[in-house]
């Protein structure tokens, strides 16, 4: 039984700090994802049931998730996201092939891994996008931890890189009139100084929920490109080996699963991943 208010329970965060539980974050949340107010409301209080002081959100998180996957499955892989964006280590590559997806969505003609020689050395960029107006080189930090941030020294290292290479781009008549921006896009968050950093020496910085109406996340969600760890039907093993396939995002692997490709799947969770697919791209 309840022994006191939902809202004086202090939670544990990612970061180790403690705050108080808000009820109406879980909620935007769960509607934010698609879920009905009454669904929301019931899921709340089936949390309210198991809060206590001390409870990790990620366990709140869990149960919100579970309980949400009964009644609605799209809007349960919407509510997954971080967790699923998270599942995309620990190496960080497919978290690079995860961020060139978003910007070709964006009709950028995209390459990962490119070495481009700069005024002093050559750089190894994570991915590279270019349009006809201009080019973006893009610079990934991938933490295997939620509650990690990235600092300032990360801009600061990377506006050296640019420094470099808009050097030489000075000398090159193709380069020299072209637009170029450096950006860096993190799973988790940067801190308030790496913030600043980005704004006053000219950097775009994306991390999941900066900037504000244009994060990480409203990238995913606007463009309803959503990797393939946000699926339930498979398991994490299963995961593993298709990404190991290089296919990183939901829309390419049910491209797969209807032309019966060879997956490393087991039959049962193929055929539920298959029914889940159809259920999220084509609704």
């Known amino acids: 039984m309840q022994t006191k208010p939902i809202s004086d329970y202090l939670i544990q965060k990612a970061s180790g700090e403690t705050v108080y539980f808000d009820s109406n ?18 899921i709340l209080q089936a949390v ?16 919100a998730y579970e309980i949400l996957q009964r009644h609605e ?38 390459e990962v891994g490119k070495l481009i020689k700069g005024y002093s050395v050559t750089h190894e960029l994570d991915v590279v996008a270019k349009n006809k107006h201009k ?17 300032v020294k990360v801009p600061m290292y990377i506006r050296s890189r640019f420094d470099d290479l808009k050097r030489r781009w000075a ?9 170029t921006e450096g950006w860096i896009v993190t799973n988790t968050r940067f801190t308030t100084d790496a913030e600043k950093f980005g704004q006053d020496y000219g950097l775009n910085l994306l991390a ?6 244009s994060s990480l996340k409203d990238w995913i969600e606007i463009e309803n490109l959503h ?18 396939k ?38």
């Open 48 to 63: 309210g049931v198991e809060l206590h002081d001390g409870m990790l959100t990620s366990k709140i998180y869990t149960k």
């Open 208 to 213: 999941w929920d900066y900037p504000k109406k």
């Open 135 to 151: 080019e973006i080189y893009v610079e990934c930090k991938f933490h295997n931890y939620q509650g990690t941030k990235s600092n």
């Open 73 to 110: 499955r799209k809007s349960a892989v919407n509510y997954r996201l971080k967790q699923a964006v998270h599942q995309l280590g620990p190496s960080g590559y497919p978290f690079e092939h995860f961020v060139s997806e978003l910007f070709k969505a964006r009709g950028f003609d995209v």
């Open 246 to 283: 290089g296919i990183v995002m939901c829309n390419d692997l049910y491209k797969q699963v209807l032309s019966n490709e060879d997956l490393p799947i087991k039959p049962r969770n193929l055929r539920a991943c298959k029914r889940e697919l159809r259920d999220f791209i084509e609704d």
């Open 171 to 179: 000398m090159d008549p193709e380069k020299k009139n072209k637009i």
């Open 25 to 42: 974050k879980l909620i935007e949340s769960l509607v934010r994802s698609g879920a009905n107010e009454a669904v929301a409301q019931q």
């Open 227 to 244: 990797p393939i760890t946000c699926l339930s039907s498979i398991t994490r093993k299963e995961k593993k080996a298709i990404l190991g």
